[in-house]
């Protein structure tokens, strides 16, 4: 509960200006799209029980990490669910590269450099819940089933907003795509 509470008093100030992971949009089907996102350094917390990375992966970018180095919050959030394992990663600022990201000090968190890709992408509003999720990864994989996009890997959940923030919020189910050259607007 007090995490909570620090993370809702806090949210204000450190999402005030956040730096937004880039993508470039490629192609829209419906209400969802299809995307490119170029490499990004990002910090990873993988675990069997949900919910147990925020307060470590908010510790690293706070500086507990090999240069004691105070890193900006960014959005998304970026969260897996696969059966008995859960991660959440945030994606680092464009400055951190291979070369200067900061090693971790916590063993439980790993930074890498996601290779980006091809992605679909449906968004969805409100706070994200299991149901919210299962709903939109399906409205989005019969999408792709219609469209004959293959699917390359597991959904992912992004959250762009704070618990604070009540209105607008912005949540995304991402699907890793094989993309084709035949798709045509």
């Known amino acids: 509960m007090k995490r909570f509470l620090f993370f809702l008093m806090l949210s204000p100030i450190v999402m005030a200006q956040t730096e937004m992971q880039s993508y470039s949009v490629i192609h829209k089907i419906a209400e969802a799209e299809i995307r490119f996102y170029p490499p990004v350094m990002m910090a990873k917390h993988t675990a069997s029980n949900q919910g147990s990375g925020f307060g470590k992966l908010f510790g690293y970018i706070s500086g507990n990490n090999a240069n004691n180095t105070k890193i900006a ?70 999408l792709l089933q219609k469209e004959k996009i293959i699917p390359s890997g597991l959904p992912k959940i992004l959250v762009y907003n704070s618990p604070y923030k009540i209105i607008n919020r912005r949540n995304e189910i991402l699907i890793p795509i094989t993309f084709k050259t035949e798709i045509n607007d």
């Open 73 to 142: 919050m960014t959005t998304p959030v970026h969260m897996e669910k696969k059966t008995g394992e859960s991660s959440m990663a945030f994606v680092l600022p464009k400055k951190f590269t291979d070369d200067n990201t900061p090693q971790p000090n916590d063993a439980s968190l790993s930074v890498f450099e996601d290779q980006g890709g091809y992605f679909a992408a449906i968004k969805y509003s409100g706070y994200t819940s299991t149901s919210k999720e299962k709903e939109h990864t399906e409205i989005l994989e019969q």
